[in-house]
């Protein structure tokens, strides 16, 4: 698998139709497996201007998370997402994103401010979970970083949603597997005994 994702590599990034937000993610993902690339990093670093990536909240925010899984902190791209944080943002995967972005930058710094809007999803929470199971994982990742108590409603939502084995697509299926891999007790698994 990760053959197959290098070998899309191109100059340090990946050409896609979003290649911020592709890169980040890929970046992320090769540093889960011990794999940092330099030439991805400054290919990353290189596009931030005016302390953001494309003025826009998402790519900003996957370049944070890639850059704090690679151990780089990055406060203007903190400080940007902190000062423009408002309610046009008030969306569960937007705030999610941006909270795990805090969280793997400067948990501390970014306290108060985690806190505050890690209560704000769980109150948007229908039942377990945030409508979409692509949305619900990514606020179930930033509420398990946050280290948030009240988790367990959301991941029995989570495997509620699972049909033979999968939650319907590749995106959710994938970011599903990811919640399920480091939820702390699920039951039957291996940590609970």
Same mark, same amino acid.
């Given at each position: 698998?990760?053959?197959? *994702?290098? /070998?899309?590599?191109?100059?340090?990034?990946?050409? =896609?139709e979003?290649?911020?937000?592709?890169?980040?993610?890929?970046?992320?993902?090769? +540093?889960?497996? !011990?794999?940092?690339?330099s030439?991805?990093?400054?290919?990353?670093?290189?596009?931030?201007?005016?302390?953001?990536?494309?003025?826009?909240?998402?790519?900003? /925010?996957?370049?944070?998370?890639?850059?704090?899984? +690679? /151990?780089?902190?990055?406060?203007? !791209?903190?400080?940007?997402?902190r #000062?423009?944080?408002?309610e046009?943002?008030?969306?569960?995967? =937007?705030? @999610?994103?941006?909270?795990?972005?805090?969280?793997?930058?400067?948990? =501390?710094?970014?306290?108060?401010?985690?806190?505050?809007?890690?209560?704000?999803?769980?109150? #948007? #929470?229908?039942?377990?979970?945030?409508?979409?199971?692509?949305?619900?994982?990514?606020?179930?990742?930033?509420?398990?970083?946050?280290?948030?108590?009240?988790?367990?409603?959301?991941?029995?939502?989570?495997? !509620?949603?699972?049909?033979? !084995?999968n939650?319907?697509?590749?995106?959710?299926? /994938? *970011?599903?597997?990811?919640s399920?891999?480091?939820?702390?007790?699920?039951?039957?698994? @291996? =940590?609970s005994?």
């Open positions: 698998m990760v053959e197959l *994702l290098l /070998s899309k590599k191109k100059d340090g990034f990946w050409e =896609t979003k290649p911020v937000l592709d890169t980040s993610r890929a970046c992320s993902a090769l +540093a889960g497996c !011990g794999i940092i690339y030439d991805t990093i400054n290919w990353i670093l290189e596009r931030q201007e005016d302390g953001n990536w494309n003025n826009n909240e998402i790519d900003t /925010s996957y370049a944070l998370i890639a850059l704090g899984d +690679a /151990s780089i902190k990055n406060e203007p !791209g903190c400080e940007w997402l #000062r423009n944080y408002g046009k943002w008030e969306y569960a995967g =937007t705030t @999610s994103l941006i909270i795990t972005a805090l969280l793997k930058q400067n948990k =501390t710094k970014y306290g108060e401010f985690i806190k505050d809007r890690s209560g704000w999803l769980l109150s #948007r #929470r229908q039942s377990g979970g945030w409508i979409y199971v692509a949305t619900s994982n990514l606020a179930i990742q930033a509420l398990m970083l946050a280290e948030e108590n009240d988790i367990m409603p959301s991941i029995q939502w989570l495997l !509620g949603k699972q049909d033979n !084995g939650w319907g697509d590749i995106t959710s299926t /994938s *970011l599903s597997l990811i399920l891999r480091i939820y702390p007790v699920l039951p039957n698994s @291996s =940590t005994e």
